[in-house]
T-cell receptor
Framework: GAVVSQHPSWVICKSGTSVKIECRSL??????MFWYRQFPKQSLMLMAT?????????EQGVEKDKFLINHASLTLSTLTVTSAHPEDSSFYIC???????????FGEGSRLTVL | KNQVEQSPQSLIILEGKNCTLQ??????????LRWYKQDTGRGPVSLTI?????NTKSNGRYTATLDADTKQSSLHITASQLSDSASYIC???????????FGAGTRLFVKA
């Protein structure tokens, strides 16, 4: 069964609004979660590493004020796309692992379309 | 520079045929290498994970090989099925598991 649950699977919003995406680990505590975005026909690009109880670590070029990450509990991390614009339309995926070098479990992804 | 390169970028094969996908990496120090399958519009799903000491690992019709000396891995798919059509991503973890690099993926199309 699924190990990581991501919600919503798809969302359409108007330009200027904010959208929240949730990522939950279902049967274990995840101190670290990863957020990616993926454009059509391209591979996953790591956006940020979410750490429970502390600030997220963002990859170079990713605006932390644009993509707000909250990891308030050991089973939930959220990504909020603030003031979304059409260029933010993408496929957002989260992942986590049980141990540092172990298998990455991915959520099903969230398709964001900004009109 | 730490990199993971996959080839070919895309591949079209007929149902029932075999194919081999390649992954070359330059990361160091190596921790492990995984192959993932990603169906369109879905999250990636793990096929195999290989550590430094492992040369071959199979998962049904999928067989992965690893040559840690030449830093090359391959994913062989036997008797392909239409449902094998997907992107196959090579993911390498290094620095004791702290860092991960994703390959660009190989898009496989299996035709009837």
């Amino acid at each position: 069964g699924a190990v990581v649950s991501q919600h919503p699977s798809w969302v359409i919003c108007k330009s200027g609004t904010s959208v929240k995406i949730e990522c939950r680990s279902l049967d274990f505590q995840a101190t670290t979660m990863f957020w990616y975005r993926q454009f059509p026909k391209q591979s996953l690009m790591l956006m940020a590493t979410s750490n429970e109880g502390s600030k997220a670590t963002y990859e170079q070029g990713v605006e932390k004020d644009k993509f707000l990450i909250n990891h308030a509990s050991l089973t939930l991390s959220t990504l909020t796309v603030t003031s979304a614009h059409p260029e933010d339309s993408s496929f957002y995926i989260c992942s986590t692992n049980r141990d540092r070098a172990g298998e990455l479990f991915f959520g099903e992804g969230s398709r964001l379309t900004v009109l | 520079k730490n990199q993971v390169e996959q080839s070919p970028q895309s591949l079209i094969i007929l149902e029932g045929k075999n194919c081999t996908l390649q992954c070359n990496y330059t990361v160091s120090p190596f921790s492990n290498l995984r192959w993932y399958k990603q169906d369109t519009g879905r999250g990636p799903v793990s096929l195999t994970i290989m550590t430094f000491s492992e040369n071959t690992k199979s998962n049904g019709r999928y067989t992965a090989t690893l040559d840690a000396d030449t830093k090359q891995s391959s994913l062989h798919i036997t008797a392909s099925q239409l449902s094998d059509s997907a992107s196959y991503i090579c993911v390498v973890t290094y620095t004791g598991g702290f860092k991960t690099i994703f390959g660009a993926g190989t898009r496989l199309f299996v035709k009837a």
